[in-house]
């Protein structure tokens, strides 16, 4: 069974950071082929893409934290990163990683089939 965990959620002041780690079980992001993002969600609101990284170490982002996020993997400890930077309110939400086995590197939620239970990330101003 393919399990997510998240941690590193937290509460900080715009212009803070916090560094977000999601730890995959059952599945070898060594043995390649997939994809794994980060999405957010906010009361009210539709869950949206973040970031995304490919097996191959491809990666994309969100417009509004381009400049500001950065996605990482290391096979070695079978987890995903998220480096986030220069937070803003409106980066408050609920953020998920989630997994694509079939490495289609998108954004868009349905292409995912295994998602982490999400971890609090609030900024005030």
């Known amino acids: 069974q393919v399990q997510l965990v998240e941690s590193g959620g937290g509460s900080v002041q715009s212009g803070g950071s916090l560094t977000l780690d999601c730890v995959v079980s059952g599945y070898r992001l060594f043995d390649g082929g997939w994809s794994m993002a980060w999405f957010r969600q906010a009361p009210g609101k539709q869950r949206e893409g973040v970031a995304v990284i490919e097996s191959d170490g491809s990666t994309r982002y969100r417009n509004t934290v381009r400049d500001r996020f950065h996605i990482s993997k290391d096979n070695a400890k079978n987890t995903l990163t998220l480096q986030m930077d220069s937070l803003k309110p409106e980066d408050t939400a609920t953020y998920y990683c989630?997994?694509?086995?079939?490495?289609?590197?998108?954004?868009?939620?349905?292409?995912?089939?295994?998602w982490g239970q999400g971890t609090q990330v609030t900024v005030s101003s």
């Open positions: 989630a997994l694509d086995r079939g490495g289609r590197g998108m954004l868009d939620y349905y292409w995912y089939d295994t």
